[in-house]
């Protein structure tokens, strides 16, 4: 099946610092969505990209949908302890692309990023 | 409330049992999902449902069932539980968000089969 690479597997940073991460795919993928998961809870969205090329904002979080669309990256931006968790990336597939649903998403297997205040 | 809850929360069975967890949606939305969560796999797809009635399978099906008979509830049966299935689970439903589709994901099951 499809596979997403993403990296960093873990970080550790002080509250303040930026922080990257990205996934990468040998296939194109359609769209891009990253997710936050909380200790005990189910993923969370975040951002999600559905154009090549495309940078999308929210609040501190910025993600690229690679302009090859093989690729998408996270950035944070002065980094806060409640950043805390595993941040996933997930893309669906262009040949499962349904003209609607995000269904038959494929995950990366996430960044666990810690924050030391 | 309305959202997406799963149940129970966390469950220990043995192998060989029979073990169904639950999922239910208040929002009415067509697609459904069930994931599980391991360490060094992320998530991954056992079953999705397009609609009531309407099933199928995902990236790793084997050795579970699911059914659809309401549009609000997608229960996932494990038949004959194995060590192997051990796992955190996730159901998810997807809805319009924004202009185009996002998936909700509940809280999550921890199974542990002994």
């Known amino acids: 099946g499809q596979q997403l690479n993403q990296s960093p597997q873990s970080m550790f940073i002080q509250e303040g610092e930026d922080v990257s991460m990205n996934c990468t795919s040998s296939s194109i993928f359609n769209t891009w969505l990253w997710y936050k998961q909380d200790p005990g809870e189910g993923p969370v969205l975040l951002i999600a990209l559905y154009k090549a090329g495309e940078l999308t904002s929210n609040g501190r979080l910025t993600a690229q949908f690679g302009i090859t669309r093989k690729d998408s990256f996270l950035n944070i931006s002065a980094s806060i302890p409640s950043d805390v968790g595993i941040y996933f990336c997930?893309?669906?597939?262009?040949?499962?692309?349904?003209?609607?649903?995000?269904?038959?998403?494929?995950f990366g297997k996430g960044t666990l990023l810690t924050v030391n205040p | 409330d309305a959202g997406i809850t799963q149940s129970p929360r966390y469950k220990i069975t043995e192998t060989g049992r029979q073990v169904t967890l639950m999922c239910h949606q208040t929002?009415?939305?067509?697609?459904m999902f069930w994931y599980r969560q391991d360490l060094g796999h992320g998530l991954r797809l056992i079953y999705y449902?397009?609609?009531?009635?309407?099933?199928d399978k995902g990236e790793v099906p084997d050795g579970y069932v699911v059914s659809r008979s309401k549009t609000e509830n997608f229960p996932l049966t494990l038949e004959s539980a194995t060590r192997s299935q051990t796992s955190v689970y996730f159901c998810?439903?997807?809805?319009?968000?924004?202009?185009?589709?996002?998936?909700?994901f509940g809280p999550g099951t921890r199974l542990t089969v002994t």
């Open positions: 449902s397009a609609a009531a009635d309407i099933t």
């Open positions: 929002w009415s939305h067509s697609y």
């Open positions: 997930a893309g669906q597939p262009l040949s499962f692309y349904s003209g609607g649903s995000n269904y038959k998403l494929t």
């Open positions: 998810a439903s997807e809805g319009p968000a924004g202009g185009s589709y996002e998936q909700y």
